[in-house]
């Protein structure tokens, strides 16, 4: 199971036109609620990004934030800082190639996460899960979410809720069977 889990503007980016989301703490959020984040972190057995999102995670001000393994997807990053190496890996390939390698790896469920890794996982009909929560802001451009598809893509509706009286939580499950990759 791949599953892409972020905020989203209305206009669809997930990112602004400097790469930064400082926009997505628009809302005020009182009791530091996670939205479900937690529990959703608790299916997953490793994330898959891409270089800008792992430089962006790589710039927080916090210590790294993720108990699960990160492959780092990136044909030019050589290396990962020293004090991740046991927790982050590089990974190259196409979506089919990674998700088989990682399988062998023992990882099925994969957080996807990245702009154009998570562009290149839908082309590739390899996303089985939209988690998206919706911020009321108009960016105007940045990173977009979707790009085009070679062919549509249908996903139903599992559940919505609006968090914070602004926020909105939108959970989508793929409604055609996802891409077989045992046998590419």
């Known amino acids: 199971m791949n599953t892409v889990y972020l905020g989203v503007s209305l206009d669809g980016y997930i990112a602004d ?3 930064g989301l400082e926009w997505l703490h628009s809302i005020p959020n009182p009791n530091h609620d996670d939205f479900g ?7 997953v057995d ?4 891409g270089r800008n999102t792992f430089d962006t995670v790589l710039g927080f001000d916090c210590p790294w934030p993720y108990n699960k393994p990160v492959f780092v997807v990136s044909r030019t990053l050589t290396s990962v800082p020293d004090h991740l190496s046991d927790r982050v890996q590089l990974i190259q390939g196409e979506p089919v190639q990674i998700c088989n390698e990682l399988k062998t ?7 996807i996460d990245g702009g154009v890794t998570i562009q290149r996982f839908l082309q590739a009909g390899l996303i089985d899960e939209l988690i998206l929560t919706q911020v009321p ?3 105007g451009g940045g990173v977009p ?3 085009e598809l070679e062919t549509p893509q249908q996903f139903e509706l599992v559940g919505s809720e609006v968090l914070l009286n602004a926020l909105v939580k939108s ?3 793929r409604k055609q069977p996802p891409v077989d990759t045992s046998t590419e």
Not at 46 to 49: C, H, N, P, S, T
Request: zero cysteines; proline letters at 0%; charged letters at 15%.
């Open 17 to 19: 036109r400097q790469g």
């Open 37 to 43: 984040f937690a529990d959703f972190m608790a299916r």
């Open 46 to 49: 490793a994330l898959v990004m």
């Open 105 to 111: 790896l023992g990882y099925s469920n994969l957080y």
């Open 137 to 139: 802001v108009l960016l």
């Open 145 to 147: 979410l979707f790009n």
């Open 171 to 173: 959970h989508y499950r």
